[in-house]
């Protein structure tokens, strides 16, 4: 059974570094052909698709974000991992962890993460 | 970028009732397109992948189509539990990009 969770902050201020966690069960990041993205959902908006991350380490990211966005894998462990410098309120959303099969679908998600950024 | 346009941004239909949702891409994207279910407050769920193939699980009343730049979306014989919003998705090249979504209530 694949299941993924996110985890954050929850708040942080405006200028700090956001720094998420996705821990997956049921598949490994080790395999070829799997990998691991993350979306994001402002309250009542469309999705954003933010970065993903393969097998053999090879990285995507969403050029509107700029050079804000890292991200990383522990295959030992499990978990995906994404960090986004100098947030701004406009980086207020439910992030979401998601499974793919390589440049595809995603096939399965987490429930996401609520991240506030307030002064 | 590659841009998805979808329509109708609403639609409200009866039970039992056929309805159609689409989305047109800025250029050809191959048929890398998926179609996702959000139900409030929860996460995106995989309806269909490569355009018109079902994801495991998803009942046989959805269905996608199309080709090039246009697709498609169909529920056949509307139920209650289909009330969510869907998005469109392509990812025949980075960046991933997402329709605007279509928020569907019942009549």
């Known amino acids: 059974q694949v299941t993924l969770k996110e985890s954050g902050p929850g708040i942080l201020q405006p200028s700090q570094t956001l720094s998420l966690t996705c821990s997956f069960s049921?598949?490994?990041?080790?395999?070829?052909?799997?990998?691991v993205s993350w979306i994001r959902q402002p309250s009542g908006k469309g999705l954003e698709w933010l970065a993903t991350?393969?097998?053999?380490?090879?990285?995507g990211y969403n050029p509107s974000l700029k050079n804000r966005l890292t991200i990383s894998k522990d295959t030992s462990n499990n978990q995906a991992f994404l960090k986004i410098t100098s947030v701004d309120t406009a980086d207020t959303a439910i992030y979401y962890c998601?499974?793919?099969?390589?440049?595809?679908?995603?096939?399965?998600w987490g429930q996401g993460v609520m991240v506030t950024v307030s002064s | 970028d590659i841009q998805m346009t979808q329509s109708p941004a609403s639609l409200s239909a009866s039970l039992g009732e056929t309805v159609t949702i689409e989305c047109r891409a800025s250029?050809?994207?191959?048929?890398?397109l998926a179609w996702y279910q959000q139900k409030p407050g929860k996460s995106p769920q995989l309806l269909i992948y490569?355009?018109?193939s079902l994801h495991t699980g998803v009942p046989s009343r959805f269905s996608g189509s199309g080709s090039g730049t246009q697709y498609s979306l169909k529920i056949n014989s509307l139920q209650s539990e289909d009330v969510a919003s869907y998005f469109c998705?392509?990812?025949?090249?980075?960046?991933?990009?997402f329709g605007a979504g279509t928020k569907l209530e019942l009549k």
């Open positions: 998601a499974r793919s099969g390589g440049i595809a679908h995603f096939d399965y």
């Open positions: 250029e050809d994207i191959y048929n890398g």
């Open positions: 049921g598949f490994s990041l080790s395999t070829s052909g799997i990998c």
């Open positions: 991350i393969c097998w053999e380490d090879s990285k």
């Open positions: 490569n355009a018109n």
């Open positions: 998705q392509q990812y025949y090249d980075y960046p991933y990009t």
